[in-house]
């Protein structure tokens, strides 16, 4: 099948460029789930993360998405106590779109715009697994007792995760 | 015929099959009344998106309590949401709609929506659960 061309995107509103998107591209289901846990709520159970079709055929795709770094940008400016509205949305549209991305590739971005920082920050000197990614398969099948999901904390690719 | 671009801020009509009276309306108006984001999933067993707009990850965050983040930030956290959803009844056969209602903080980057039993107030997962969210872009 040919490859569709992404047009020149830096400069044109992400809206657009998502709409785009959604009429040419086919969406992707990931077989990947980030499994995560929050430190500052540890009473809480594991959480799910998966990746959007359309979100994840824009990421193979690529010259769509914007570097994740903008959106940490956003998320500063949200974070001050004086925040209103966004007056940095221009960082969506007018920063250079990145690149193609491998589905893992992928699957790292979405950690580092999606999920908090202080769970994949430092993850690894944590003393019990946080942040674990995963097959669909590896995911309990019912949702039996979905309310006390935890990581299993001697968690390898073949066994279960949670 | 190749595609192009039509580039225009007044939609204006005759209306000569009703009125005969001139109306005109800026497009920036219907661009306001769009949804911003939509997005139909399942919510139960392994979450998946059936599909979706202006979304980037769904997040199962335990029995009946999701979050969807956004591709393109919304401006501001005043945004409106409408959620609703169904799940089959204890038959395996009849439907109920689940009440379902906005959740969790307001923010520009996700929006947390919610199912459970109007009956007992108790979380519940959705097979068909559906977010839109309409207000303005960043």
Redesign the interface.
């Known amino acids: 099948m040919t490859k569709i061309e992404t047009p020149e995107f830096q400069g044109t509103?992400?809206?657009d460029r998502?709409c785009w998107a959604?009429e040419k591209l086919e969406?992707k289901?990931s077989d990947y789930?980030v499994v995560w846990e929050d430190p500052d709520a540890p009473e809480?159970?594991a959480?799910?993360?998966?990746?959007?079709?359309?979100?994840m055929a824009?990421a193979l795709q690529g010259g769509i998405?914007p570097p994740v770094e903008v959106?940490w940008a956003?998320?500063e400016d949200?974070a001050k106590p004086d925040f209103?509205?966004?007056t940095r949305?221009y960082l969506?549209h007018n920063t250079k779109p990145i690149d193609a991305m491998t589905e893992e590739q992928a699957i790292e971005y979405?950690i580092m715009?999606?999920i908090p920082q202080r769970v994949w920050r430092d993850y690894e000197k944590a003393n019990r697994p946080r942040l674990v990614i995963c097959k669909?398969d590896q995911?309990p099948?019912?949702?039996v007792w979905?309310?006390a999901?935890k990581i299993d904390e001697n968690v390898n690719k073949s066994q279960k995760v949670a | 015929m190749a595609n192009g671009t039509i580039a225009f801020d007044t939609l204006t009509t005759s209306d000569s099959k009703n009125t005969n009276t001139e109306k005109s309306i800026d497009t920036s108006y219907i661009f306001n009344g769009v949804a911003k984001f939509w997005v139909h999933f399942n919510g139960t067993g392994t979450i998946a998106t059936q599909d979706s707009f202006n979304q980037s990850a769904l997040t199962d965050n335990g029995t009946g309590e999701y979050t969807s983040t956004f591709s393109n930030n919304m401006a501001n956290d005043d945004y409106s949401t409408q959620v609703t959803g169904t799940e089959s009844g204890s038959d395996g056969v009849s439907s109920q709609i689940g009440t379902l209602q906005r959740n969790g903080d307001y923010s520009t980057s996700q929006v947390e929506s919610n199912g459970y039993h109007a009956n007992n107030n108790a979380d519940a997962d959705n097979q068909r659960m559906m977010v839109n969210v309409l207000g303005d872009l960043a």
Do not use: I, M
Request: hydrophobic content about 30%; proline content about 5%; some cysteine.
């Open positions: 509103h992400l809206w998502l959604k969406g289901q789930r809480e159970c959480k799910v993360t998966v990746p959007d079709p359309n979100w824009c998405l959106y956003l998320a949200e209103k509205k966004h949305g969506l979405l715009k999606d669909k995911l099948s019912t949702r979905r309310n999901w």
